[in-house]
């Protein structure tokens, strides 16, 4: 239902006397009366309403109203139509009393009804009764005076479903990211986009299209049933994604299979035949054993007779013993096989004729050959038992690597060429979205088979192709606009959320009303709903649908009761619209707390088919990564992008271009290429702030947001530990690292770092979260599988890190680092914000000279404020010709110091 027809059902449900009050008096005013006045009652005599204006001629023109809730035709309404005639005569021919005493009959009569009704047939009637001046005012013909002179009436009487269907401009500001930068007017960010890369589960989308897949065979014909439900599921998996499986058999023939032998196995005969194969492996089991412990017990029996008779030269025994002995021990080493035990029993045989041993030990020999002789009986009877009996079956089926590793190979070379038209506008919107779907569903059959264990079934890697390139110099509205369900990943600051506003933006000035799109910032849903009693809160999560959660979260959002009434209208309206676009922005807000969000998107399109999804999340978050849709990444700003972006973002600064040449004499660009770091060297040159020369104030700004200011703007709660605390820990670690001259350190590196600046103050039990939250949370920790390291990313974050706990008055260290090349970035940050006489005191009055911290020294006074510099060199200069000079030397070396030959200018 659109807004007009919302109205009129407003208006047809009103009491009548409402309707003449409260809608046609004040319509009457907005187009011109200046009186209107409501005359219902006993005394009516047909005239509910009297109205009247100055014509074209400065003459009074009276009007005189009938509303009535009248529909359809008169011979339908006969009894109601004849009061209406009635009451319409004594509009037309009783005077009316103005205000200025005279008498009138009406100029006009004016029949108002809200429903649309049939005015060629009604006025008919009307000239039947020589009701010449009744004009009919019927519901299609109001709607049109509402659109002309009161359109704000259709927002007044919308419904709920309408107003939460309905997105206003102001919410499509990035309101939070403004605050947390001070960043008062309203950026049009239309012009500027990154590169783009394609991000699937766990897959770098420039990573396969610059390479080609290699897929081999790891396991055997046959597998058990769990495995073999892993190996369908991975089957019918790919079949969906690429239209080509991992298996060479249908599925059904495999288990048709599979079902039948296990008949076959299940069969009484059978189960007969395995009862007795099972007795014969006792059998076998229990004799092993007895022909182990006869040789053992034989060997001892050798042995002891040996050592008793070792003293008599001329004994039989003795000569043999030996030869007993070896051969014994060799025998017990076998392995008690079918070959083995023919082993053992040839070789008792052979001791049993040459024994000349007693007749306890001849005993002993001839029961281990007769088991020996009973065992090989027994392994002949269960190899013919064996071959008529049916075994526990498998599932018998192979896998076929070659033509799926080719028809792989031969997509990503198709794709790559669809990316090199993408690049060049080359494709329509269908085409488009042809080729993201191909992408999507490309992307997440090869992470399926990188993910599959490489002892299990097979083992795949990716072998890089250099010629090959995916980057994408394409703005991610493109992809949008082809329909594909999206989800937009990006760094912090990265531009993602600024990426779904300035689409919805772009959505709502082009929207037609068969177009519907939603916008639903999870942050501020859920800081709705964190506001709610638990009594409202328990209205939002009746339910067991995810998705109406989601909606009901919204309808708090809106402002609006999460009624059924409500949520089945929302879902109406965007089931009968031709276009429905669902904008879900920063999922990985509430990922983990409000564990139905993702599930919410799962279920979407099971209940609006033609709905389109885009939403955006940091990729650290796993869950998101569950949502099968197509994933890209926002890349840093290239060069040519930042520049746009600084030129756009500064357009009516005169120095914009200073800024510009700034960042490329200094070599800033690494730091800027971020387009949350270019906003803020934007609003810092804005502020007068030269970032040249306060590069320590990005980084400062950064780790404020990256720490929760922002997420503090947007009222959520991301962290378990507040800003100071992972502030005051990222310069512990990144202290530690750069003590040890280390850019990656393990876990237990950092957990060693944090317990010597914390220790006794914080529980190291809560290491593990704080390292959590400044990882997967901030990004501000960065983790590299191949070593198992973290890593603060750029050095320079990490020496700015650093340069924050030098801050924290560790003079001496600072003496002695000063003279440390390695030290020399941290150094430069910390001379933003730090005074350097003291330092060059402790430096003097330590080493009594420069000469060892001079180049130090000079990259650290240029960060000093412009004031400052020239008196710095000067002592910096002076004292190097004192340390050349024999005889200043000397005087250095006496009671006095640089201070008081060369006083300080400033």
């Known amino acids: 239902m659109n807004n007009k027809e919302n109205l009129l059902k407003k208006l047809q449900n009103m009491k009548e006397d409402c309707f003449s009050k409260e809608i046609i008096i004040p319509l009457l005013k907005k187009m011109g009366f200046y009186f209107a006045d409501f005359n219902g009652g006993p005394w009516e005599h047909g005239v509910d309403i009297i109205a009247y204006k100055d014509n074209e001629f400065s003459d009074l023109e009276v009007t005189t109203c009938q509303s009535k809730k009248f529909r359809g035709a008169p011979s339908r309404n006969r009894a109601q139509f004849s009061e209406v ?53 019927d519901g299609s013909v109001l709607l049109k005076l509402f659109q002309r002179y009161w359109p704000e009436a259709f927002d007044v009487f919308e419904s709920s479903a309408g107003k939460a269907t309905k997105t206003e401009a102001k919410e499509l500001i990035n309101s939070e990211l403004n605050r947390a930068l001070n960043i008062n007017e309203e950026i049009d960010y239309q012009e500027y986009y990154s590169d783009l890369n394609f991000f699937v589960g766990n897959i770098d989308g420039r990573q396969v299209f610059s390479s080609n897949i290699s897929i081999k065979k790891t396991s055997q014909s046959s597998y058990e ?17 690429i239209n080509i499986g991992i298996l060479l058999d249908p599925i059904d023939l495999t288990e048709r299979n599979y079902k039948n032998d296990m008949a076959l196995f299940s069969s009484a005969e059978n189960q007969e035949k395995i009862a007795e194969l099972n007795a014969l492996h006792d059998k076998i089991s229990s004799d092993k054993t007895a022909l182990s412990t006869l040789m053992k017990n034989l060997l001892i029996d050798i042995n002891t007779i040996s050592i008793r008779n070792f003293s008599k030269k001329a004994n039989p025994i003795e000569a043999n013993a030996k030869e007993f002995i070896n051969t014994l021990a060799l025998l017990l080493e076998i392995p008690l096989d079918q070959q083995g035990v023919l082993s053992i029993s040839e070789a008792i045989s052979q001791l049993q004729k040459n024994s000349p041993m007693n007749s306890h030990i001849n005993n002993t020999i001839g029961l281990i050959s007769n088991l020996a002789n009973d065992l090989l009986g027994s392994f002949h009877d269960e190899r013919e038992a064996s071959k008529i009996v049916h075994p526990l079956p498998k599932f018998k089926a192979e896998i076929e690597v070659d033509l799926l590793c080719s028809m792989i190979n031969h997509k990503i070379e198709n794709a790559a060429e669809g990316l090199k038209k993408l690049n060049n506008r080359s494709l329509s919107a269908a085409e488009t979205r042809s080729l993201l779907n191909e992408i999507n569903s490309l992307l997440r059959a090869i992470d399926l088979l990188l993910r599959i264990d490489s002892q299990a079934f097979i083992k795949t890697e990716l072998i890089r192709k250099s010629e090959l390139n995916n980057t994408l110099d394409i703005s991610a509205h493109s992809l949008f606009d082809s329909g594909c369900n999206i989800t937009v990943y990006g760094e912090a600051g990265a531009g993602k959320s600024t990426t779904l506003h300035v689409y919805a933006s772009k959505l709502l000035l082009n929207r037609t009303e068969e177009e519907l799109f939603l916008f639903l910032p999870i942050n501020r849903i859920t800081s709705k709903i964190n506001s709610l009693t638990n009594e409202e809160r328990f209205f939002v999560f009746n339910t067991k649908s995810n998705f109406e959660k989601l909606l009901n979260g919204y309808l708090v959002y809106k402002g609006l009761s999460p009624n059924k009434e409500n949520l089945d209208s929302i879902i109406d309206i965007a089931t009968n619209k031709k276009k429905v676009v669902f904008i879900i922005d920063a999922l990985d807000e509430a990922a983990d707390h409000a564990t139905w969000i993702v599930p919410a998107l799962s279920e979407l399109p099971s209940v609006i088919s033609h709905a389109q999804v885009i939403t955006s999340s940091r990729s650290t978050v796993q869950k998101v990564k569950e949502i099968e849709f197509l994933g890209i990444t926002l890349l840093p700003f290239n060069e040519n992008q930042l520049e746009r972006f600084i030129f756009g973002y500064l357009k009516n600064d005169p120095n914009k271009e200073n800024l510009w040449n700034d960042i490329k004499n200094n070599k800033l660009y690494e730091i800027a290429k971020n387009p949350l770091l270019a906003t803020i060297i934007c609003t810092l040159h804005k502020n007068g702030i030269q970032v040249p020369r306060n590069e320590s104030e990005v980084y400062k700004r950064k780790i404020e947001l990256l720490c929760g200011l922002y997420d503090n703007f947007k009222g959520i709660k991301r962290t378990k530990f507040d800003l100071t605390l992972l502030r005051e820990s990222s310069r512990a670690i990144a202290y530690g690292m750069h003590k040890d001259a280390h850019r990656e350190a393990t876990i237990d590196e950092i957990k060693y770092h944090l317990d010597k600046e914390f220790s006794g103050k914080i529980n190291s039990e809560k290491f593990d979260e704080i390292i959590s939250d400044l990882h997967e949370s901030c990004n501000i920790l960065h983790y590299i599988p191949e070593s198992k390291t973290y890593t603060f990313g750029h050095l320079r974050f990490q020496e700015y890190l650093a340069s924050e706990m030098l801050s924290m008055k560790r003079y001496n260290e600072i003496v002695e680092l000063a003279s440390k090349s390695w030290w020399a970035g941290a150094l430069y940050l910390y001379s933003f914000d730090n005074d350097l006489d003291d330092l060059f005191d402790r430096i003097y009055d330590r080493y009594g000279s420069f000469v060892n911290h001079r180049k130090i020294l000079e990259v650290m006074i240029t960060a000093q404020p412009t004031s400052k510099r020239p008196g710095l060199r000067q002592i910096l200069d002076r004292n190097n010709r004192l340390d050349e000079s024999e005889q200043l030397h000397d005087v250095i070396e006496g009671d006095y110091s640089y201070r008081d030959i060369y006083p300080r200018s400033w």
């Open 225 to 241: 049933e769990e495995d073999w439900l892993q190996l369908k599921s991975i089957h019918k998996t790919l079949k969906r994604q």
């Open 85 to 137: 005639i009635t009451q319409l005569r004594m509009c037309q021919e009783r005077k009316i009393s103005c205000h200025d005493g005279i008498e009138r009959i009406p100029d006009k009569v004016l029949f108002i009804t809200p429903y649309v009704v049939s005015s060629r047939l009604v006025e008919e009637h009307f000239a039947t009764y020589k009701l010449q001046k009744v004009k009919i005012i």
